[in-house]
């Protein structure tokens, strides 16, 4: 029944990639990128790296179901829809947003997210948003256990000790020669297992894709090591804001690189990289290495976003 063969192999795709240019900012040091979005189109990044260790878990506590918690655009329910599809458990998905569920066809002809994860087989569970919040409390779980029975709960984006495992092994014996690592940051896992698997002379930079000064004490939780910092600068006006400045970076960047990066995580850390190049915060010689996680699945939805308003899409084939 199971079949965890994908989560075994799928790491070998995630190349560095050196960024070309002749801008002068950039030519006294080097900006690497880690592939992790290679991993799959549809398991990508630090959702791979997040499931793995779980997943595992699920099969050894012999769970037949897998139940996860998100948005309506949550990469983290497209990901363990499909992993869990490929890896032979049946998943839910409690959704935050009852009002999405009232007209389902209508809710995944419009939504191009939960469209992925319903034909992957998720069962998804809409829920109000005043339900949504009590989700971590005992009686929420009770109503949880008598509707599903058992199941395997994995936390809203994925982030437990497990994702922290995982996403340690981001870092191998090829990074270990650059000096910076960046990566973004939404519940703090992702980066949490960054600075777990780093090396005492490496720094680790994490830029938040959202508002919050709740990061720092959620980063903690799962490390001690004190090697990392959060730059804040460059989260936009909040998780999954965008504006026109930064669709055309991510379109410039994509023209030039051939890397698509998406608008919510890996579109703002790779602006704000090089804003920070430009600025000088980096010396000479400097070997960064920023961690592409994903994501891309969200540009679809974001897309819609822009065109209702008229404004100027990204550019996407995937
Ligand atoms: C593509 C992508 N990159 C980065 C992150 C941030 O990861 P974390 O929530 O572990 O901080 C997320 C969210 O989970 C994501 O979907």
């Known amino acids: 029944m199971y079949d965890l063969g994908f989560l075994e192999s799928g790491f070998l795709n995630a190349p560095i990639q050196k960024l070309s240019g002749t801008n002068p900012d950039f030519l ?21 790296r997040k499931l793995k260790y779980n997943l ?23 990901a363990t829809a499909k992993a869990g599809q490929l890896c032979g458990f049946k998943t839910i998905g409690v959704i935050r947003g009852e009002e999405l569920g009232v007209d389902l ?9 939960l469209r992925f994860a319903d034909k992957c087989n998720m069962q998804l569970y809409f829920v109000s948003r005043s339900h949504y919040k009590e989700k971590n409390k005992k009686s929420f779980r ?54 777990e698997g780093s090396l005492p002379h490496q720094k680790i930079l994490g830029f938040p894709a959202l508002k919050g000064d709740f990061l720092e004490a959620e980063i903690n939780k ?17 998780y999954a804001k965008v504006n026109q400045e930064l669709v055309s970076f991510i379109n410039l960047f994509k023209k030039k690189q051939s890397i698509p990066l998406d608008p919510i995580y890996t579109g703002k850390m790779l602006y704000g990289l090089y804003e920070m190049i ?3 915060f980096f010396s000479k010689n400097t070997r960064i290495l920023a961690v592409h996680t ?8 974001i897309n819609d976003r822009l065109k209702k308003q008229g404004s100027k899409l990204i550019d996407y084939d995937g």
Request: glycine share 14%.
């Open 28 to 48: 006294s040091l080097e900006l690497s990128i880690k592939r992790e979005d290679l991993i799959s189109s549809e398991v990508s990044g630090n959702k791979f």
């Open 56 to 78: 595992a878990k699920a099969k050894e506590e012999q769970h037949k179901t897998l139940l996860t918690y998100g948005g309506a655009f949550s990469n983290h329910i497209a």
């Open 105 to 113: 066809e209508k809710t995944l002809r419009q939504n191009a997210t």
């Open 142 to 195: 009770e109503i949880l256990k008598n509707k599903f029975q058992d199941f395997y709960e994995i936390p809203e984006g994925g982030t437990n000790e497990l994702a922290v495992k995982g996403c340690a092994e981001i870092l191998d014996e090829k990074t270990g020669a650059y000096d910076y690592i960046a990566c973004p940051v939404g519940t703090g896992g992702t980066i949490a297992g960054i600075i």
């Open 222 to 238: 799962y490390t001690s090591k004190t090697n990392w910092q959060l730059i804040t600068d460059y989260h936009f006006g909040g």
């Open 278 to 280: 430009r600025n000088g």
């Open 294 to 301: 994903g994501g891309l699945q969200g540009i679809a939805g």
